[in-house]
């Protein structure tokens, strides 16, 4: 049993179930502070365990980090990112129409606002705030390798869209958004072209149904999340479904499949030469 991921996962899944900690402690008849602490990765008993297991509605075996997890909050699945990421040294990944970890800060500060017009909810924004701040900080302090696949038809949709798809936001918000998007694939053809050691991108121009994933590979491990939700979701939507696993038969079969996509995609000089032109027809200048 690793105590640590024991609780990272803890955190992860009482984000998922919508409960504050004072109540989750509460009603499992421990302080918060022992609540956290088991978060923390102190020692926990097996009847404890079994006791939050009934209470976040997951298998104690889920909990143990036996199995496969599952998340229908952005939030919680963020934060289990996070927290894989926090042990990866290579990230494979098909993905959004940005690799999250390099966006700009003007993407979070679009991304933020336009979070707070759709709720009340403090808390919520800033615990997102907080865990995809963690997430970029990680990354800039450990810089894994990372290899990106991008969709070409999810640029095309983004820059015609925005940051913050499907969220609603006045007229002056959504101009900055549409403006914020066609900058960030400005920033990923300077990286294309720059070629900075550690970080590749590609563009996969045919294809546009294939599941959004990554692939994290630790010292000890490769960790495999399937991901319905873009970085720009809402926290809090429940629009799908994420899993994530170490299964050997689950890693292998999507590593063989982002392998193959990887030798199709476009690269280099063609890549960026192809979201040049994405940009110039859909980008807002």
């Given at each position: 049993?690793?105590?640590?991921?024991?609780?990272?996962q803890?955190?992860?899944?009482?984000?998922?179930?919508?409960?504050?900690a004072?109540?989750?402690?509460?009603?499992?008849?421990?302080?918060r502070?022992?609540?956290?602490?088991?978060?923390?990765?102190?020692?926990?008993?097996?009847?404890?365990?079994?006791?939050?297991?009934?209470?976040?509605?997951?298998s104690?075996?889920?909990?143990?980090?036996?199995?496969?997890?599952?998340?229908?909050?952005?939030?919680?699945?963020?934060?289990?990112?996070?927290?894989?990421?926090?042990?990866?040294?290579?990230?494979?990944?098909?993905?959004?129409?940005?690799?999250?970890?390099?966006?700009?800060?003007?993407?979070?500060?679009?991304?933020?606002?336009?979070?707070?017009?759709?709720?009340?909810?403090?808390?919520?924004?800033?615990?997102?705030?907080?865990?995809?701040?963690?997430?970029?900080?990680?990354?800039?302090?450990?810089?894994?390798t990372?290899?990106?696949?991008?969709?070409?038809?999810?640029?095309?949709?983004?820059?015609?869209?925005?940051?913050?798809?499907?969220?609603?936001m006045?007229?002056s918000?959504?101009?900055?958004?549409?403006?914020?998007?066609?900058q960030?694939?400005?920033?990923?053809?300077?990286?294309?072209?720059?070629?900075?050691?550690?970080?590749?991108f590609?563009?996969?121009?045919?294809?546009?149904?294939?599941?959004?994933?990554?692939?994290?590979?630790?010292?000890?491990?490769?960790?495999?999340a399937?991901?319905?939700?873009?970085?720009?979701a809402?926290?809090?939507?429940?629009?799908?479904?994420?899993?994530?696993?170490?299964a050997?038969?689950?890693?292998?079969?999507?590593?063989?499949?982002?392998?193959?996509?990887?030798?199709?995609?476009?690269?280099?000089?063609?890549?960026?030469?192809?979201?040049?032109?994405?940009?110039?027809?859909?980008?807002?200048?």
């Amino acid at each position: 049993m690793r105590l640590g991921e024991i609780g990272q996962q803890l955190r992860a899944f009482r984000l998922e179930s919508g409960m504050r900690a004072d109540e989750i402690a509460a009603r499992l008849g421990v302080s918060r502070a022992a609540l956290y602490r088991y978060e923390k990765g102190e020692v926990i008993k097996l009847d404890t365990v079994q006791r939050l297991a009934e209470l976040l509605k997951v298998s104690p075996l889920t909990l143990l980090g036996i199995g496969v997890e599952y998340y229908s909050r952005p939030l919680s699945f963020f934060e289990r990112v996070r927290q894989m990421e926090e042990a990866a040294d290579q990230i494979l990944q098909i993905a959004d129409p940005v690799a999250y970890l390099v966006t700009s800060d003007v993407y979070d500060s679009v991304l933020t606002r336009a979070i707070a017009e759709q709720t009340d909810d403090q808390q919520l924004v800033e615990q997102h705030v907080a865990i995809m701040a963690s997430r970029k900080e990680l990354y800039r302090q450990r810089r894994p390798t990372m290899i990106t696949m991008l969709s070409e038809a999810a640029v095309e949709r983004f820059l015609v869209r925005g940051v913050g798809e499907g969220m609603a936001m006045d007229e002056s918000l959504q101009t900055e958004a549409r403006r914020v998007a066609a900058q960030e694939i400005a920033n990923i053809i300077e990286m294309i072209e720059a070629e900075p050691i550690g970080l590749q991108f590609s563009l996969l121009g045919d294809v546009d149904s294939s599941t959004n994933c990554m692939l994290l590979r630790g010292r000890e491990r490769m960790m495999l999340a399937i991901n319905p939700f873009r970085c720009d979701a809402f926290p809090a939507a429940t629009t799908g479904v994420s899993l994530v696993t170490s299964a050997p038969e689950a890693v292998n079969a999507h590593q063989r499949v982002i392998e193959v996509l990887w030798k199709e995609s476009l690269k280099g000089r063609e890549a960026a030469e192809r979201l040049r032109d994405l940009l110039a027809r859909h980008g807002l200048r």
